[in-house]
């Protein structure tokens, strides 16, 4: 079992920055891959991020390259997403995964929104 825990949204004007954590616990160990995602309104949950265990690998959405950065602290089993430049349609819910090879597991969400 892993318990993932998002921090870090709130209001921010377009333009402006926030950087949000997503701490696990529990079994990490066998955690491979975490990424970040993310649900509008009325949309569907897409992908905007991820990295490896290791940290040496990171992926990107084409909607958030350039702006967003993902990056990990081991030793504080903590992934975190700096968002930079933001825009209004950036606004979220933006959800944490982690990837296990026989299992995937979710965070509860925090809330992103970007006023213009």
């Known amino acids: 079992q892993v318990q993932l825990v998002e921090s870090g949204g709130g209001l921010v004007q377009a333009g402006g920055s926030l950087r949000l954590s997503c701490a696990a616990s529990?079994?990490?160990?066998?955690?491979?891959?975490t990424g970040w995602f993310r649900q509008a309104p009325g949309k569907e949950r897409e992908y905007a991020a991820a990295?490896?265990?290791?940290?040496?690998?990171?992926y990107y959405a084409n909607s958030v390259k350039g702006r967003f950065t993902i990056s990990r602290d081991n030793a504080k089993n903590t992934v975190y997403l700096q968002m930079n430049r933001l825009k209004p349609e950036d606004t979220a819910v933006y959800y944490c995964?982690?990837?296990?090879?026989?299992?995937?597991?979710w965070g509860q969400g925090t809330q992103v929104t970007v006023s213009s």
């Open positions: 995964r982690a990837t296990m090879a026989i299992a995937t597991y």
């Open positions: 529990g079994r990490t160990f066998d955690i491979y891959r």
């Open positions: 990295i490896t265990r290791s940290g040496g690998t990171t």
